[in-house]
């Protein structure tokens, strides 16, 4: 069936779905799947330090040298793919291709290397910017969907994704309108279709465009959608670059909560008013907040203290620790970006979904440009 389809009334929706149960085979297939992922984060380590010193005095050294670990951590997960989808293992490992849970857990880690004045004084024009950008991208995606004809479900999912944070908005979103797990499946792959050209093409645009570290940043955390892209974004513009665009990023993640029960509110009083769906409150706001962001701040907190109060030296060796394992998890995620990719659901979508994504993408690019030159235009690290 078409994504452009209505979903007949007897389809279970995408979170009423019943979980598979925990078998010993389900367990071990989940183990092999991390054995395959820990194997591709450690070819990348491999290749990302010795790459520059194979290629040494050739044509492309210094494009080795210029390449970091996202980039190759995100190739080998879509040749993983590849290699597993050929060989029919790729649906049984992929239990451990955990993109959300590893970036989420990297981004707490680099809480600790940030100051908190930064993080204080840089929330201003990131809730600004957020609020601002999301608005218009939702508006203008719900928009174009309604002309193109989609359904009413798979239009607030791609709206929530392309305008907030890609899959964990969309999955916030199948919740609130109970969309069908096709839906979400469209919207999943979309994202990091989308995504991974982003991760590339902004960061070399900014250094084109001759955007401030501050500007560039901003622009790449309001623009990917996804928060391990803008994670390897950032990491590519630069580690100040990177600490803007992750607070602008998780600016946008703290409303995920508030659009999703703007649109449970929309689909359960407009939509669906002969469901009985139950009133949205603070307890369903609270219950879709998405709680590492608190981490993340209170990691800043605790960097924050013990920089100001630990000798220069231990905070230097503190900081080395955590900065090694937060690359580790971000590796682990971005590999995991190209292992979960999944070009079938894009097939079977049809051409209107990719079209309302591709053009809503497009707005986020130039919106949230004009919005991080303006708002962050005389911001200083």
Known sequence: MSADTAAPAETPAATEQPRRPITPATVGWIAAGIVVVLALAYVTKILEKNVPTWLAGTSLSRIAKSVEYPVYAIALGLLGNLVLTLTGLRDRLSGAFRTEFFIKTGLVLLGLSINLSLLVTAAGPAIVQALLLISGVFLFTWWLGGKLGLDDKLRALLASAVSICGVSAAIAAAGAVKARREHLAYAASLVIIFALPSIFLLPWLADVFGLSDAVAGAWIGGNIDTTAAVTAAGTLAGPDALKIATIVKLTQNALIGIVAVALTAYFAFKVEKSENVEKPG???????????????????????????????????????????????????????????????????????????????????????LALAALLFANFTL
């Open 282 to 368: 603070l307890i369903e706001l609270w219950r879709r907040f998405p709680k590492f962001v608190l981490g993340f701040i209170a990691a800043s907190v605790i960097g924050t203290w013990y920089a100001e109060t630990a000798l220069a030296a231990d905070n230097t060796a503190a900081q080395a620790v955590a900065g090694n394992l937060r690359t580790w998890f971000l590796i682990l995620a971005f590999v995991s970006i190209g292992l979960e990719l999944r070009v079938k659901a894009l097939r079977e979508a049809g051409w209107r979904p990719i079209a309302v994504f591709g053009s809503a993408t497009v707005v986020n690019i130039g919106l949230a």
